[in-house]
């Protein structure tokens, strides 16, 4: 069955960096974009980008221009999002997701706790 | 880009019909398809509805979708509500560039 797992829970200081991955199965990766959401204590869902497995193409929301990047590594079929000067709002649940702009995100990741404190 | 409003929570009792509404706040509802996801506690969102009005496999014909041009909304029905169906609903769309969700309507069935 097509399946994304996520990385496990990281625990960073404001300022610092995180890299969190998410690898497929049970489908040809490089079929489908990888969607990243993430999703603050207690709030809703926020896109936060994607990127096109075929071609490495992104687009990210740009609230988050110039603190993301996202990658993948298709001879493992496995998604990688890094975001850099971390701050206390970026404490959240991060998920991956198949799927890009326009078509539906599924299925997601179980999802990766960040959470920045100093 | 735009913005997508649901009502923050909506109650219901068991058998009974809901609707939960997603206005856009610019650009036409017709234009982009509209997804509907399900977030129970602790869990990874779902997919209940698609393209507007699709359901996936394994999801029960009690949910439904539908958009209203009229009134530039979309809008997820559920049926005959069971106790499961209490979770947190989102919706989603997109333009050319961007991905957006709704905030979130919690659903209680009691």
């Known amino acids: 069955q097509v399946q994304l797992v996520q990385s496990g829970a990281e625990v960073k200081k404001p300022g610092a960096s995180v890299k969190v991955s998410c690898k497929a199965s049970?489908?040809?990766?490089?079929?489908?974009?990888i969607s990243w959401v993430r999703q603050a204590p207690g709030q809703g869902l926020e896109w936060m980008g994607w990127?096109?497995?075929?071609?490495?193409?992104?687009n990210y929301a740009q609230k988050l221009q110039g603190r993301v990047t996202m990658t993948t590594d298709t001879s493992t079929s496995t998604a990688y999002m890094e975001l850099r000067s971390l701050r206390s709002d970026d404490t959240a649940v991060y998920y991956c997701?198949?799927?890009?702009?326009?078509?539906?995100?599924?299925?997601w990741g179980q999802g990766t706790l960040v959470t920045v404190s100093s | 880009n735009f913005m997508l409003t649901q009502p923050h929570s909506v109650s219901e009792s068991p058998g009974k019909t809901v609707t939960i509404s997603c206005t856009r706040s610019?650009?036409?509802?017709?234009?982009?398809?509209v997804q509907w996801y399900q977030q129970r506690p602790g869990s990874a969102p779902t997919t209940v509805i698609y393209?507007?009005?699709?359901?996936p496999s394994g999801v029960p014909d009690r949910f439904s979708g539908s958009i209203d041009s009229s009134s530039n909304s979309a809008s997820l029905t559920i049926s005959g509500l069971k106790t499961e169906d209490e979770a947190d609903y989102y919706c989603?769309?997109?333009?050319?560039?961007?991905?957006?969700f709704g905030g979130g309507t919690q659903l209680t069935v009691l």
């Open positions: 997701a198949r799927g890009a702009i326009a078509t539906r995100f599924d299925p």
């Open positions: 049970g489908y040809t990766f490089t079929s489908y974009g």
């Open positions: 990127i096109s497995a075929y071609n490495g193409n992104t």
């Open positions: 610019s650009g036409s509802i017709a234009s982009n398809y």
């Open positions: 393209e507007d009005n699709q359901r």
């Open positions: 989603q769309s997109y333009d050319s560039s961007n991905a957006v």
